[in-house]
């Protein structure tokens, strides 16, 4: 698996790009945090953390959008946090999809980061 942290001209990390169903991927999924919760990565301690603006730090990244593109660009599926009342369905843009654990991102032996200078690992 394949994963490449995307920054913005901020300098801010809001998007995380994965290869996924094998080498060569047959897709891709694109992973939005949070609106708001976008941040930067450091090396504390000698461990990679995830610096928020808001001061917050850890090993936590809040996902809230997930898209899956397939290879031939025909198909994509998204998945977001969203609640229904009656017949109204509503996005919930501060309710995560999924908690990525950077621990655990980097503790697994099929796990490569393309852009690993870039983090300074």
Do not use: W
Not at 63 to 79: A, E, F, G, M, V
């Amino acid at each position: 698996m394949i994963i490449a942290f995307m920054k913005d001209y901020y300098g801010l990390y809001s998007t995380i790009f994965v290869s996924l169903n094998g080498s060569p991927p047959k897709a891709y999924a694109i992973l939005k945090v949070c609106f708001g919760k976008e941040f930067k990565l450091i090396k504390e301690d000698g461990e990679l953390k995830a610096f928020y603006r808001s001061g917050k730090n850890g090993d936590e990244i809040d996902i809230n959008i997930i898209k899956i593109l397939y290879l031939d660009l025909t198909h994509y599926r998204t998945i977001r946090q969203g609640f229904t009342i009656g017949n109204f369905s509503f996005i919930d843009g501060s309710t995560p999809v999924v908690t990525l654990s950077l621990k655990e991102l980097l503790s697994r032996k099929d796990v490569i980061i393309m852009n690993a200078e870039a983090i300074q690992l």
